[in-house]
């Protein structure tokens, strides 16, 4: 059963900084696509960066030079650093994984991954 677990979130002001961590388990996969997501109160849920298999990165335009993912294979796990945050980055952020190889039409869209962890708050004020 795969699980994703977040971690790392919290609460920073403005121009702050936080690493977020995503742990997976019972998932492992070679041609594989992850990514982080958001959601902001009273709104959808959009693709912040992904990352495939071989560590090409995709960013939504409103993070990109702020926020760098990565992953470590090794240890299974995802990352999210987040610079220079803004009152607008507040959100739950979500890890989600497919088995699938990352297609950049679809890697920032909901519908492309197959596991979800529950998320983590990061509150950021202003």
């Known amino acids: 059963q795969v699980q994703l677990v977040e971690s790392g979130g919290g609460a920073v002001q403005a121009g702050g900084s936080l690493r977020l961590s995503c742990v997976a388990s019972?998932?492992?996969?070679?041609?594989?696509?992850m990514g982080w997501f958001r959601q902001a109160q009273g709104k959808e849920r959009d693709g912040v960066a992904t990352?495939?298999?071989?560590?090409?990165?995709k960013y939504t335009d409103s993070v990109k030079g702020r926020f760098t993912i990565s992953q470590d294979n090794a240890k299974n796990t995802l990352y999210l650093q987040m610079n220079s945050l803004k009152p607008e980055d507040t959100a739950i952020y979500y890890c989600?994984?497919?088995?699938?190889?990352?297609?950049?039409?679809?890697?920032?869209?909901?519908?492309?991954?197959?596991?979800w962890g529950r998320g983590t708050q990061v509150t950021v004020s202003s």
């Open positions: 989600a994984a497919t088995a699938f190889r990352c297609s950049w039409s679809w890697s920032l869209q909901t519908y492309g991954y197959d596991y």
């Open positions: 019972g998932y492992t996969s070679t041609s594989s696509c």
């Open positions: 990352i495939d298999s071989v560590g090409n990165t």
